[in-house]
């Protein structure tokens, strides 16, 4: 019995290699790309290693200066936006948390109707038209303050507390606000861990709202600024001459697009390690308590 568990083990873990390992193929050949000459991608030499190492894609991307600027525009739509949606999740399942609150089924009943029913892409344009917020992050972050699927996560989150905490907190005179910053947010890091992943993962990869309602070229996204230069790789941006007016070697789309990406998906990646445990833990609380 030990030997067939052991076995078990064994081709559990050799199946879950090969199936990361496939996950991880298609990031690694873009990367591999993104550092090799035209040369060797037109010729398809690039598989998981780059072949003539070189940074002309990235240099080209950063030289133009568009990308950085987007980059920066991505961070504030980001760490904003986030802030804003912890802010009001936050403040909107602490009170529906607790049956003492009047009304609450009602309120409750309401939220859910929210998430079932939307009023569509042209009645949330013509409301975000009819006050002022087109080309404003103001128009992207207002009408996505609060997830009410992340919302009733850390709401079923609080109810799973104990109670003896907040009454014993109240007996010593702390308000419902003090009893929330001191006691429950301090006890609930898993679960504001994991919604704030999922709210800046998807600020950061945010496409739609800001190609719908961010007009300017100086305040578009990463990920609209990414989508604009796939579309527009040209042979004249790609060729570029030195100073004696010689051709250098040309930076072929493919190149252009892969180091996009890298540089898109990295900043965001690179997150993930330290909210790891807290992600996972968080969500499984909040789901399963209450």
């Not at 419902?176 to 609930?188: A, E, F, Q, R």
């Not at 579309?231 to 892969?258: C, D, K």
């Amino acid at each position: 019995m030990i030997q067939s568990s052991r076995w078990f083990g064994w081709l559990n873990a050799i199946l879950l290699a090969l199936f990361a390992c496939a996950t991880l193929l298609p990031f690694i050949n873009i990367l591999a790309v993104s550092f090799s000459s035209g040369r060797a991608i037109n010729a398809g030499e690039v598989s998981v290693w780059p072949v003539d190492f070189n940074l002309d894609a990235y240099v080209n991307l950063i030289a133009d200066g568009q990308l950085l600027v987007a980059m920066k525009n991505t961070v504030l739509i980001t760490v904003v936006g986030t802030a804003l949606n912890m802010l009001f999740t936050v403040i909107a399942a602490y009170p529906l948390s607790k049956r003492r609150l009047k009304g609450r089924n009602v309120m409750l009943m309401g939220v859910l109707f929210t998430m079932l029913f939307g009023g569509g892409l042209i009645p949330n344009f013509l409301l975000i038209n009819a006050l002022g917020l087109i080309d404003s992050y103001w128009g992207l972050w207002l009408p996505a303050l609060i997830s009410v699927y992340n919302m009733f996560v850390m709401k079923s989150f609080f109810e799973g507390l104990p109670e003896e905490l907040e009454e014993s907190a109240a007996i010593d005179g702390a308000k419902d606000l003090t009893i929330l910053w001191k006691i429950i947010l301090p006890l609930s890091l898993p679960v504001v861990a994991a919604l704030t992943l999922f709210y800046a993962v998807g600020w950061w990869n945010s496409y739609m709202n800001v190609l719908i309602y961010i007009k300017s070229t100086d305040k578009v996204s990463l990920m609209v600024k990414l989508y604009q230069m796939l579309e527009n790789v040209s042979s004249q941006m790609l060729n570029t001459t030195n100073g004696e007016g010689v051709l250098q070697a040309t930076i072929t789309p493919e190149g252009i697009r892969s180091a996009s990406i890298v540089i898109a998906i990295v900043p965001i990646l690179c997150v993930y390690p330290f909210l790891q445990k807290h992600f996972v833990k968080g969500v499984l609380m909040g789901s399963v308590k209450g």
